[in-house]
């Protein structure tokens, strides 16, 4: 039995191979949250829309409990644990945003 919590709410786009892991929240309650293919989004992170879509490219890493808010995150990016990430914001691709920064 897979006791995993996993919250959606709204419209999201979740792809091929992508892992949304315990105790995430993903809220999509006005605009949209796209993960794109193998990207892993990891315990306990919330990802919330803001004035803007969250887009998370392909092959892209979000560590533990980070906040993803509003913002974009380009294929092969990567969020150190404990991150944030607010509304407007791009990470690059191949970008890195280190554990525990905003």
Known sequence: MDRTFRHYR???DHRAQS???FNCVLRGDDNTIQIGARSNIQDGSVIHIGEFDVVI???VTDGYSCLIHGCKLEDLAFVG???TV???CI???D???G???S
Do not use: F, H, K, Q
């Open 95 to 97: 970008g890195v945003l």
């Open 99 to 101: 554990a525990r920064t």
């Open 91 to 93: 990470i690059e691709p």
């Open 10 to 12: 709204g419209y999201g």
């Open 19 to 21: 892992g949304v892991w």
């Open 81 to 83: 644990m404990g991150s």
């Open 86 to 88: 607010m509304n407007g």
């Open 57 to 59: 490219g392909g092959d």
